[in-house]
């Protein structure tokens, strides 16, 4: 099952299989096409898993082990790669709350957002060498972006999986958050990147023209919002 909640700007799509530590199965994909369909005009979104276990395991085998032919596999893999870049390409912030562990696809669904927040205990890892396969969903090209290419091949070539900590420090991970308070820091600061002009600055990262640059801080300047936030400090001050 993924769910997907709307909070005031802020859409929230969860993972939620149990049974199969969130792993994404065929019809997982239907449920995240719609989810994100449901998502399109929020001002934030956050990815995450159910329970504290897993974020997403990666595929699901079992079911996935029905695709037996080459055609079969590449179907698969660039329905899921699709996906992937949607996310990539949401016109707002994308976080994903690493829950529990992100493994070989989870791993590759976590790089898709533009941020990853992770709980003290989790570990990450693109581990499809054990499977003798290789990253498809797109997470080795965004492992590399992320954490440069040497680092990227020594990762995914050896399939090591690392810590929290280690995934911070090289760059894998933007944040890591107390296990006790894990759900209450994401969820808020998701609220906080919904409530900013969070998704200007974002188009702007990405590469726009200067006079688009410009005009967009325009429309913010002369806005209720930047005027009463002003007025607030400039009182302050007195």
Same mark, same amino acid.
């Given at each position: 099952?993924?769910?997907? $909640?709307?909070?005031?700007?802020?859409?929230?799509?969860?993972?939620?299989? &149990? =049974?199969? *530590?969130?792993?994404?199965?065929?019809?997982?994909?239907?449920?995240?096409?719609?989810?994100?369909?449901?998502?399109?005009?929020?001002?934030?979104? /956050?990815?995450?898993?159910?329970?504290?276990? %897993?974020?997403?395991?990666?595929?699901?085998?079992?079911?996935?082990?029905?695709?037996?032919?080459?055609?079969?596999?590449?179907?698969?893999?660039?329905?899921?790669?699709?996906?992937?870049?949607? +996310?990539?390409?949401? !016109?707002? !912030? #994308?976080?994903?709350?690493?829950?529990?562990?992100?493994?070989?696809?989870?791993?590759?669904?976590? /790089?898709?957002?533009? +941020? *990853?927040? %992770?709980?003290?205990?989790?570990?990450?890892?693109?581990?499809? /060498?054990?499977?003798?396969?290789? &990253?498809? @969903?797109?997470?080795?090209?965004?492992?590399?972006?992320? #954490?440069?290419?040497?680092?990227?091949?020594?990762? %995914?070539?050896?399939?090591?999986?690392?810590?929290?900590? $280690?995934?911070?420090?090289?760059?894998?991970?933007?944040?890591?958050? &107390? *296990?006790?308070?894990?759900? $209450?820091? @994401?969820?808020?600061?998701?609220?906080?990147?919904?409530?900013? !002009?969070?998704?200007?600055?974002?188009? /702007?990262?990405?590469?726009? !023209?200067?006079?688009?640059?410009?005009?967009?801080?325009?429309?913010? @300047?002369?806005?209720?919002? =930047? @005027?009463?936030?002003?007025?607030?400090?400039?009182?302050?001050?007195?």
């Amino acid at each position: 099952m993924v769910d997907l $909640e709307l909070d005031d700007g802020l859409a929230i799509i969860t993972i939620d299989r &149990p =049974h199969a *530590r969130n792993a994404i199965s065929l019809e997982t994909m239907d449920q995240l096409e719609k989810a994100l369909d449901g998502a399109e005009g929020a001002s934030a979104l /956050v990815l995450t898993g159910a329970g504290d276990r %897993a974020f997403v395991s990666g595929g699901d085998l079992k079911e996935l082990s029905a695709l037996r032919t080459e055609a079969q596999a590449s179907a698969m893999a660039f329905r899921m790669r699709s996906i992937c870049d949607r +996310i990539a390409g949401f !016109p707002a !912030p #994308v976080v994903a709350a690493l829950n529990g562990h992100a493994l070989g696809g989870g791993a590759e669904f976590a /790089v898709a957002a533009d +941020i *990853r927040l %992770a709980a003290e205990d989790i570990r990450i890892g693109f581990n499809q /060498v054990a499977l003798a396969i290789m &990253p498809a @969903w797109g997470g080795a090209e965004r492992l590399a972006a992320l #954490v440069g290419y040497s680092k990227a091949l020594l990762l %995914a070539g050896t399939g090591r999986i690392i810590d929290a900590a $280690e995934a911070e420090r090289i760059g894998l991970v933007d944040q890591v958050l &107390p *296990r006790a308070s894990f759900d $209450e820091q @994401w969820r808020a600061i998701g609220r906080s990147l919904a409530t900013a !002009p969070a998704g200007q600055v974002k188009r /702007v990262m990405r590469g726009v !023209p200067t006079t688009e640059a410009v005009a967009a801080f325009a429309r913010l @300047w002369v806005s209720d919002e =930047h @005027w009463a936030a002003a007025d607030k400090i400039v009182t302050k001050s007195k």
